[in-house]
């Protein structure tokens, strides 16, 4: 339905028949409209509805020609919705909600049920149930009626004052207003979230703080303050002899609805002698288990304690973590997403956690701002070898018919490494004999032939193996050529 929109001019004036080819042009306006006000740039939004960057841009000016309204305001952090065009959110989103499920069959929408797989394989409750967001009630604290008293008081909040106390301070900071309120330091950004981690935080501090750090757009400084501390409350290890080689984040939203190729690409890599630690998230859903249920098909074990991550990787090379595993508070946190509607600066924290202290990190960014983002925070951490790779999603995925940038990190020095597309590539999609998991399982078994997922599969290795390479002028073709090799010797 999507792959076949169209942008024709929308005109008024065209009689009978043509008419009626407007209203149907209209509603894939709508569609489209739905799709960036849920995924807030034109990328994702179109990554979302499988479309071209291009075309949804093109969408994008015809609904700001049919409205006479901008629809978006671009803005230091992206994209950000005119008034008019929120007050369409609600009212678009059913009509996609609808939309999808009349084509599905259904003869009513359930506003209540869960998410679920597009094939329903993958859709399984995650080992590590979410964990209730530990808090502390806050005695009422008293308000001061002017500003210059406010910033009295809150200049004399010390370090050693009660945990309530100095997270209010850090919400006042970053939460006074234009030209009164400032980002928080790399210590205060560490203390702030500590608080929240260790549950010494009333619940109502803890939505201010994410929310104005969110609003005003956090800073890499905030958010290395924030890895920080929930490093410092990481509550699983390995032994020194069995550190890991790559540490590969998989934090995937559970609107993606793709099999997860880069879990058979990290089975390349733990192949080639790598030690690879996956963590992840998959929201808590119904199928909040999706990772863990791929991993385990995978023969990659899914461990929730120490000991079974050291026994995996001495075994095979591999284990698949989640992150309740390590850190419940920070999943909680992330499962506020429900309550909220948005993310939060959780979510641009995850990624960088680097739990087990691996020697490299592969992690992956859709827009350029994150990218930057990333950058700065791993100056900021002192990661000694960090990949960036720039991906249609917020974890690493090579996509061959895309072109691709992976920004490197070696010992301070940044190299950039341009992927070409590759053309001609035909995806043979699932069968109808498959379902969608089985289809995965069935390609890297060899009972399936499809070339693009071969190849994102081995594209991902590729690029894994760059960021395992202590050598800033390795090539990205070195990778891709050993990738081949350990892909044409899997069975073996």
Known sequence: MVEAMTTENVTHSKPSVESGQVRISRTKLLLALDALLREGSVTAAAASLDMQTSSMSRLLGELRELYGDPIFLRTGRGLRPTPFAESLRLRVRSLAEETEALFKGESRIVVSAPACDTMGEWQQRSKVAPPPLSTARAEQLEAEPTPVDIARRIAAIGDNADPHRRLAKYIALTASGAGRSRPLDFDEARDALGIILRGEAD???????????????????????????????????????????????????????????????????????????????????????????????????????????????????????????????????????????????????????????????????????????????????????LAIVKSIRDFAQVTPTRITTILRMLDGVEAKTAVPARPGIKAAGTVSSYTQSEYWQAVWSGAARDEQAELTIQYTAAAALLCLSKDPSARFEEGLDQAAELWASRKR
């Open 203 to 385: 619940p109502i501090q803890i939505g201010a703080l994410l929310m104005t750090v969110k609003y005003r757009g956090a800073t890499a400084v905030e958010l290395a303050g924030f890895v920080r501390a929930v490093r410092d409350v990481s509550v699983l290890s390995v032994t020194q002899d069995l550190k890991p080689d790559l540490d590969w984040p998989a934090y995937v939203s559970p609107r993606w609805r793709n099999p997860p190729w880069f879990i058979h690409a990290a089975r390349l890599v733990a192949a080639a002698g790598y030690r690879v630690v996956l963590h992840g998230h998959f929201g808590n859903g119904s199928d909040s288990g999706k990772l863990e249920a791929a991993a385990e098909r995978a023969a990659i074990p899914v461990c929730t304690a120490s000991n079974e991550i050291s026994a995996a990787l001495a075994a095979s090379n591999i284990a698949y973590v989640p992150l309740g595993a390590f850190a419940p508070q920070v999943n909680a946190m992330l499962n506020l997403y429900p309550l909220l509607e948005t993310r939060s600066p959780l979510h641009h924290v995850v990624p960088l956690i680097n739990p087990f202290d691996a020697s490299a990190t592969l992690v992956g960014a859709a827009g350029g701002p994150l990218r930057d983002i990333y950058r700065q925070i791993g100056k900021l951490l002192g990661m000694q070898n």
